[in-house]
Every structure is written in C-alpha cells, then in structure tokens.
C-alpha cells in the first residue's frame, strides 16, 4: 500500500529541532519524502507544516505564507542567542518602562522594517551557516534584511524587581525572526531583551487547532489530503476538462484576471471538475504557467 500523499500539522512540543520532527514522521509514515516548512527553534512550539510524499512540493510555496506567534519577551536582559538558551551579555533596568513608551517601541518594529538575523540562526555565509560560524568563535556580519510585520501586539506586562516580562502576538512575513524582534525592542528601549517562549499559532492557512501532537499522530497517523492542503493554502482556480488536460502536460493557460487582481503574486491552485489538484499556476507575461504539476498526464 503506497503512502498517501498530504500534509501533517504538527503541534511540535518544545526540545525538539523541526528535523527531529520530520525523522519522526518518516517512521510513521513509513517513508523518507517527508520535509517541513518554516523552521522552528529547539525552544519554540506550535504550528510546524510537514509535507508527506507529492505535498513536499508545496512547502516552498507554503514556507512564504504569513505566521502567526505569541510571544514571551523579558527586558532588562540582552543573551548570546536573542533567547533564554544563550548567555546573558548585558543588563539594564526595564522596572520604569512605562506601558506608552512600550506602545511606540512596539510600533517602531511594525510594517516593512529591516532586521538583522540572529548570529546564531541558520542564515548562509559565505556557505556557512551563521550559527556554525558564530560558535566556532568567528561570528559572521550579518546584513540587514527586509521583512513585513503586520502586527505586534504587547498583551501583557509583569514586572520583576528590574525585569519586565512582556507577552505580545507577532503576525509577520516569512523569514521574520522574533528573537530579532525582541532584541531590537530591548535594543530601542535601552535596557536589553530577549525570547524566554514562542509558540506559533499559525502558517498561512493552517492554526493551531487544526496541529495534533506527536503521540497524538502515533496513535492515529493521517495526513491531510493534497487536493484539500492546497485549497486551504491557495487561492483555488477550477478548470474545464481541456484546461486540465493541458496543463497537466505542462502547458499553459490563459490568466484569470479576477484571481489575478484580488491574489496578487500568489500562486493559484487549479483543480480538474473532478476534483484532482492539477498544478499551482502563477501569473506571468499575460499567461497561467505551472509552477509544480501534480497530476502528470491527467
């Protein structure tokens, strides 16, 4: 019996890389073409989009999606990781940071920013993964980069003699780091910071009601249908039976001007009238062209 293919929403628990996560899928599900997308730290937990078989080929796409975080951020405190596994580098009082000035720290940080990875994240040097370079003693300059924060929220604040510990909700772009974010809020408010826990909530079409745990997964294996995981993910196109058939040859379409203006850049999902995931398309040069075809000769 051949593996099915599909996506596995997985609450991943804390202390586990995301690659433990996937070698534990491949035993459940009895195969090595498994990936995730979106990496999450050894420390953070929540919503990890694991693909199974043909659905590896949508996590590229899924990895650019928006996600969703809460988020526990100490100031008073700056570490070596921008979270509670480093050393702690440097501190200063957070105790009078008032909750306007916390605010307007917050909104600073909010919309098209440009942030600088962590030195101890998985960003390429030279060849050489950052965290590789930064524990052999050789910490690399890493170069600012544009994100897009859509939302952060402070939904809390507890003070500690010369701490203040801040829970928020971060909704951001692919490739934003909310250990960066936490660093820079302490950074700007001059007492230091760091993330002491991150859970995430959401990538793109997928929250955390729909993740299942690990034991939960082992007790009851199944994965979410291709057909069904792309539609949640992409905006969907129906085709006609000729449109199929030709795309699924790897031929090209005429472009959907009503998905076109209310998708943007989006890949689209397009279905044969069965049913069948055919191809994710994208827009280009007055043309639908197939990114990835799923159904080869339908």
């Not at 009238?273 to 159904?295: K, M, N, W, Y």
Request: charged share 25%; with cysteine; hydrophobic share 40%.
């Amino acid at each position: 019996m051949s593996t099915p293919s599909g996506l596995v929403i997985v609450d991943k628990p804390g202390g586990m890389t995301s690659h433990d996560v996937v070698a534990r899928i491949r035993r459940l599900a009895g195969t090595r073409r498994v990936g995730h997308a979106g990496t999450l730290d050894p420390m953070a937990t929540g919503v990890l989009v694991v693909g199974v078989e043909q659905a590896t080929r949508l996590l590229g796409y899924l990895t650019a999606t928006e996600k969703e975080y809460h988020a526990t951020i100490r100031l008073g405190a700056s570490t070596s990781t921008d979270d509670a596994e480093g050393e702690i580098t440097g501190t200063a009082p957070a105790a009078d940071v008032s909750a306007e000035t916390l605010t307007q720290a917050a909104a600073g940080l909010t919309g098209e920013i440009m942030q600088v990875p962590p030195a101890v994240s998985a960003v390429k040097v030279g060849g050489q993964r950052a965290y590789r370079l930064t524990r052999a003693g050789a910490a690399p300059e890493l170069a600012p980069r544009p994100v897009t924060v859509y939302e952060f929220t402070i939904t809390d604040a507890r003070r500690d003699g010369d701490v203040l510990d801040l829970d928020a909700i971060v909704r951001c772009s692919s490739g934003t780091y909310i250990r960066a974010l936490a660093r820079d809020l302490g950074h700007n408010l001059g007492t230091g910071g760091h993330l002491t826990r991150l859970r995430r909530t959401r990538v793109g079409g997928y929250g955390i009601d729909d993740a299942r745990t690990l034991e939960q997964l082992a007790e009851r294996f199944e994965v979410v249908p291709l057909a069904r995981a792309a539609e949640a993910a992409f905006p969907r196109r129906d085709l006609s039976a000729d449109e199929a058939r030709r795309l699924a040859h790897g031929g090209r379409l005429a472009p959907d001007p009503d998905a076109a203006a209310a998708h943007g850049e989006r890949p689209t999902a397009a279905y044969a009238p069965d049913g069948t995931l055919i191809a994710l398309l994208t827009e280009e040069s007055g043309q639908a062209r197939p990114l990835v075809v799923f159904a080869l000769g339908w």
